[in-house]
Structure formats: C-alpha cells, structure tokens
C-alpha cells in the first residue's frame, strides 16, 4: 500500500467531487464581476511582495482569477470553449483517479505554486514574481496526455491534433519560458507548479525512458543480426555479407564443423 493510498483511507471522505467545476464557477463570476468594474484584476494574481505587506487574500485569490479578462463576445466564446476543455480533462483525470487522489494533485500543485513563488522571490528579491493560474491548466493538461495521448482536439476547429503533440508543444514553450526568464527567481517559479506532475507521474516517465532505452538496444541488436555474417571462411575469413558470390561449405575436422569458402577450397576465384 502506497503513501497515497493510506491518505485516500484515512482522509478520502474529505474529498471534493467534481472540484474543478466550482473553481470554474468561481472564475466565472470573478470574470463578471472584473469587467462589470466591481473588482480590478490587478488585486486577483499572487505576487509574494504584496501577501508579505498584507494583502493575504492573493493566496487564494489567484485560484479564482479568470484566464482571460478581455472584453467582448469572442472573449465569452473563447472563455466558454476553455473552461469545457478544462472541466472535461479534468472530469477523465477524476475518473481514473478518483476524487480523492485527484483533489490531492491538484492541492499539491497549489501548495509548491505558492512556496516556489516565494522561494523564487527569496532568491531574486529584485525582481517581482506575479503567479496567475495557469499551471493548474499546465498540470491537469500535462496529466490527461500522459493518460490520453491519442486523443485528438481541433486546432482552430479544423485542424487534428494528438495531446500528446501538444503536450510536448507545451513543454517546450515552457522550456523555452524558463531559459528566457530574467533571473532565478523567475525560473523557480516556473517550474515550481510543475513539481506536482513529476511527483505523480516519476514512475511513469522513468518507465518511458527506459522503455525507449529498450527498443533503441532491440533496434541495435535487430541490426546487428541482420548484418552478422551466416557464413565465415576459418581459412580466408570471407563472409556471406563480404563475398556474397562465393559458395561456403562445412567439413568435419577432429570432430568440429568447419566452414570453408569455394576459394579455399579450390573450386573457383574469388
């Protein structure tokens, strides 16, 4: 029994079902309320510098800010499209996993997105780390590839595409998102709210590597007993592969087989 599992039997009536939908009602209001102008966006993100002055409720609030805050009708288009996207990747991870431990990565994530953003903020305390939501959308899309990698999403409506295609896409942006970033700080707190992902899936993409270590050794293999000669001359060492005109026969010699080509023998020019 795992660590994770004696958690599920202790605490799994704890756990939230369906979790997802409530944060995307609670974005959804938030959105109404940002561009009716009862709120300003600008107090929703958690940025360590202003929760250590006082403004405490941006370690929550960040949970809730709204993916996109433009106005207009194709931003409610493409606030309804992402938010399904979301609540259904969600709804499959809930599936396979459970309630409990799905509550449970994503608690995590939460939990090193806001330590990473104040270690990082420890450690570049020039800088001014500002932390939206969007690795709860990383991590939970990240999940759903590695346990639906063949499903297919239409990009722009049109075009197929397999997650796992994009999952890569995404971490190679990110890749390229933390090279770029102007300091250490920075970096940490990209890759802080990845942590979670690893932590889950460590098992999973340690297996990955070695799988493709096995099928490169099987390939290599594979290639070296189609090009491994059948026939080897004990007198000249030609080979079926080096001299594939010649004619190689077997005699016995003190009771071993031995192999000698038509050269050797006598019987034609090589």
């Not at 939460?110 to 780390?129: K, N, Y």
Request: hydrophobic residues 55%; proline residues 4%; glycine residues 6%.
């Amino acid at each position: 029994m795992t660590f994770l599992d004696k958690l599920e039997k202790r605490f799994g009536h704890w756990a939230v079902p369906n979790v997802v939908l409530y944060v995307i009602v609670a974005q959804l209001v938030v959105y109404a309320l940002v561009i009716s102008g009862r709120i300003s966006f600008v107090t929703l993100p958690l940025i360590p510098k202003a929760v250590l002055n006082g403004e405490l409720w941006r370690l929550f609030s960040f949970l809730i800010s709204p993916p996109n805050i433009a106005g207009g009708a194709m931003s409610a288009l493409f606030l309804a499209f992402f938010w399904y996207i979301f609540w259904m990747m969600s709804s499959a991870l809930e599936q396979i996993w459970g309630a409990f431990r799905f509550n449970v990565y994503l608690l995590c994530g939460v939990l090193l997105t806001i330590l990473a953003a104040f270690v990082g903020q420890f450690i570049s305390p020039a800088t001014t780390i500002i932390i939206f939501p969007d690795f709860l959308y990383l991590s939970v899309f990240l999940a759903f590839a590695v346990n639906h990698p063949n499903v297919e999403f239409l990009i722009m409506f049109i075009l197929p595409v397999k997650v796992k295609w994009l999952a890569w896409l995404a971490v190679g942006l990110t890749t390229f998102s933390f090279l770029g970033a102007p300091s250490w700080g920075d970096r940490i707190a990209i890759l802080g709210p990845l942590l979670n992902f690893f932590l889950f899936f460590r098992n999973d993409l340690v297996n990955s590597v070695e799988s493709r270590k096995r099928r490169t050794q099987f390939a290599k293999q594979k290639v070296e007993r189609d090009n491994a000669a059948f026939h080897t001359c004990s007198e000249c060492g030609a080979t079926d592969k080096t001299h594939p005109e010649r004619h190689f026969r077997y005699k016995k010699v003190d009771g071993a087989s031995v192999c000698i080509c038509e050269v050797c023998r006598g019987e034609g020019a090589g």
